[in-house]
């Protein structure tokens, strides 16, 4: 890479020595007041910010260089066949690439990798940093896959917490279905986990006796279904040679039996009706962390797929092709899914680890925090979805209110997740305004002032500046 416009594709070749991770550098010298901001493996654990440039740390995926009078970008495009992070520091810019397969390298025999393909770009004429970004996350991503319409609606996960019933479904979808006045666009009710038996997520337990009367049940009180699962977890009693070896009850995704079973299990939803499925975990049970404990190894060493001629990247990905071939015109939301390896297969992405229907603090350090630094990503990868308002008895209205009014506005999804005893009539006023707005487009919302506040609290919505007090 010679010139800022460059862009550069790496191929590896390595025929008999694993390998395991590479690094490249440049010496790029930044001016010292440069802050960099940087991605997140998966979602988001309230730790995004713009940072000076001489704080160490791996910044996955991009990293982006503010000065005074610049913005400079440096990535990776999406879909890429290795784990790609970057690093400032000393005068110098490093990319590193993971290679590896499992928590060792991967072996390549005679094939050829395509690690990754390097983009770059910087301000141009007189747009801010956000507008860059959003560009630049254009340029990252050349198919980003969105909704034909705005997607809103309820889900039950953050006043049930999985002590969920087909009635309780119910009782949750009559009790906010009459605030959703559009015609056009019509609220998802969304079942969270809770519903299957055990860790087999092709049948229902005794608690929801018949998902596609169900579906049809949702459907009459003016809501479209839609299902969380667990697609990795591997059923009581299944047979041991499908696991990742020592890696617990988690399905080696390089087999082909366990891919076959994993797309049987999204046709079944279909079947059943359902029109959204949110898949969950794919990060956690593959590498055994949780992203914010990725920067410094992804997993632990010593263990590798049944299938080690594949990176770790290359693994996801097929993975997560499958799964949408198999779920056809169904949205998916990826929870906890790999960011770069979602951008352009599934249509909605959760960008922040869980906000809370217990206490306001994680809802504003998880929600807040990554719709600031992540409505760049907002239809330039996948729509983003900075989770649900947990609206209970345990949480200050107020503060839930403008959470509520945030999501409502930004154009991103809206999904509530309502106590009945927490909706009265003010309630119920300020959910029906924030179903209308969050049913037809809007413009995409900015944080105004995400340079310096790492819980952005001023912000345009719709065209208008709004403050909120997040304490």
């Not at 630049?136 to 917490?161: E, H, S």
């Not at 340079?451 to 500046?465: A, H, I, M, T, Y």
Request: charged letters at 25%; aromatic letters at 12%.
């Amino acid at each position: 890479m010679t010139k800022l416009t460059d862009a550069v594709s790496i191929h590896i070749q390595s025929p008999s020595t694993p390998l395991t991770e590479l690094k490249f550098s440049w010496r790029l010298p930044f001016q010292k007041q440069a802050k960099a901001l940087g991605d997140a493996w998966e979602r988001t654990y309230a730790d995004l910010a713009f940072r000076s440039v001489e704080v160490p740390g791996k910044m996955p995926w991009y990293t982006v260089v503010h000065d005074q009078n610049n913005t400079t970008c440096f990535g990776v495009k999406t879909a890429c066949n290795s784990f790609c992070s970057w690093q400032v520091s000393n005068g110098r810019l490093q990319l590193n690439l993971d290679t590896r397969n499992g928590g060792d390298g991967v072996l390549l025999g005679d094939r050829t990798l395509h690690a990754a393909d390097i983009v770059t770009t910087k301000k141009q004429g007189s747009e801010n940093v956000f507008a860059t970004v959003r560009r630049f996350c254009r340029q990252m991503c050349d198919k980003p896959l969105t909704v034909a319409k705005p997607v809103y609606g309820i889900n039950d996960w953050y006043f049930a917490y999985g002590n969920n019933s087909a009635d309780l479904i119910l009782e949750h979808t009559a009790l906010l279905a009459p605030l959703a006045t559009s015609t056009s666009n019509r609220p998802f009710s969304v079942i969270d986990d809770g519903w299957s038996q055990g860790t087999d997520y092709t049948r229902s337990n005794d608690k929801f006796p018949d998902m596609p009367k169900l579906v049809g049940q949702i459907g009459k009180l003016g809501m479209r279904s839609g299902l969380w699962t667990r697609p990795l977890l591997a059923k009581q009693g299944e047979k041991k040679n499908l696991f990742i070896k020592g890696r617990g009850e988690v399905l080696d995704p390089t087999l082909d039996e366990n891919i076959q079973y994993i797309k049987n299990i999204f046709r079944l939803y279909k079947q059943w009706g359902f029109e959204l499925v949110k898949h969950d975990y794919t990060t956690f049970d593959i590498f055994g962390r949780w992203g914010r404990d990725m920067n410094q190894t992804m997993t632990d060493s010593g263990w590798q797929f049944n299938d080690r001629s594949k990176t770790n990247a290359e693994i996801i990905l097929n993975l997560y092709r499958n799964i949408r071939e198999a779920a056809d015109d169904m949205y998916l939301i990826g929870c906890n899914t790999v960011s770069h390896l979602s951008a352009g297969l599934f249509e909605i992405y959760r960008i922040g680890d869980d906000t809370s229907g217990k206490e306001w603090k994680r809802t504003k350090e998880m929600g807040v925090n990554t719709m600031g630094y992540r409505m760049v990503q907002h239809r330039t990868f996948y729509e983003v979805d900075g989770d649900c308002v947990g609206l209970t008895t345990a949480v200050p209205w107020e503060k839930n209110k403008q959470w509520m009014q945030l999501l409502a506005q930004s154009s991103s999804p809206l999904f509530i997740s309502a106590q009945t005893a927490a909706v009265g009539a003010e309630q119920k006023a300020f959910i029906k305004q924030c179903f209308d707005d969050a049913a037809r487009p809007q413009q995409i919302a900015e944080p105004l002032d995400w340079l310096e506040n790492q819980f952005p609290s001023r912000w345009k919505l719709d065209g208008k500046v709004v403050t909120f007090d997040w304490d």
